[in-house]
């Protein structure tokens, strides 16, 4: 499967531990997004990197959220110090952004975060 | 920043018949809109998008209309079928800005 692929794909943690996710692009593509995916609603955007740099972070994304993109390839998304509000769908997309495309967003499957 | 509103929320037709979703925006500057289709427990893709430049655009029986003037764009799905019922998402992007603000989705149910 040549799509987004990210893992894992459900976490169940305890309020106060800390979790990581990992997305793996589309591997041409030089954009990666992380959204958030609450039930009933659109993805919020969370942040975006352009190969390894990141350049924008939303005012959704307290302190307690770091991400990366170390090599401009794969990307993880590191929550500390969970809350039960952190409880979501964690979707990462990539895209190819040049001259003559669109810049389709494709999306993982997502990693379902459950915060006890 | 960007402002997406879909209506209505959910939406329920007889297998064949017609479905249009409206989508509003509230930056002028937006100039891509696209449409995404998330099955349950799926991820969201991409069926058909609209750059600023053009009125209308059709797949199959997929069709996006956009009004500029109005700021808001429509997807119509014409002889519904089962595996059309999923969620839709519009989303828009303003100029010179990189990323996709979304709505919060329209449920599209499709009664055989």
């Known amino acids: 499967d040549t799509g987004v692929s990210q893992n894992p794909r459900h976490k169940i943690t305890k309020r106060g531990q800390n979790v990581t996710f990992r997305c793996d692009p589309i591997s041409e593509h030089n954009r990666l997004y992380w959204y958030r995916q609450t039930l009933g609603q659109g993805p919020e955007f969370l942040t975006y990197f352009q190969n390894e740099a990141q350049l924008e972070k939303s005012r959704l994304l307290s302190d307690r959220f770091s991400a990366e993109r170390p090599k401009g390839s794969f990307s993880t998304l590191e929550i500390q110090r969970t809350e039960q509000g952190d409880s979501a769908m964690y979707l990462c997309?990539?895209?190819?952004?040049?001259?003559?495309?669109?810049?389709?967003?494709?999306f993982g499957e997502g990693s379902r975060l459950t915060v006890l | 920043g960007e402002n997406v509103e879909q209506h209505p929320s959910t939406l329920s037709v007889q297998e064949g018949d017609s479905a249009v979703i409206k989508c509003t925006y509230s930056?002028?500057?937006?100039?891509?809109f696209p449409w995404y289709k998330q099955e349950l427990g799926k991820r969201p893709q991409l069926i058909i998008d609209i750059r600023s430049n053009v009125g209308e655009k059709k797949d199959q029986r997929i069709a996006v209309t956009l009004n500029k003037t109005a700021k808001h764009f429509s997807l119509h799905i014409t002889e519904t079928q089962p595996e059309d019922s999923a969620v839709y998402f519009c989303a828009a992007i303003p100029y010179g800005n990189n990323r996709l603000a979304f709505g919060k989705g329209n449920q599209v149910v499709v009664i055989p």
């Open positions: 930056d002028s500057a937006s100039n891509y």
């Open positions: 997309a990539s895209s190819l952004i040049g001259s003559q495309n669109t810049g389709e967003l494709f």
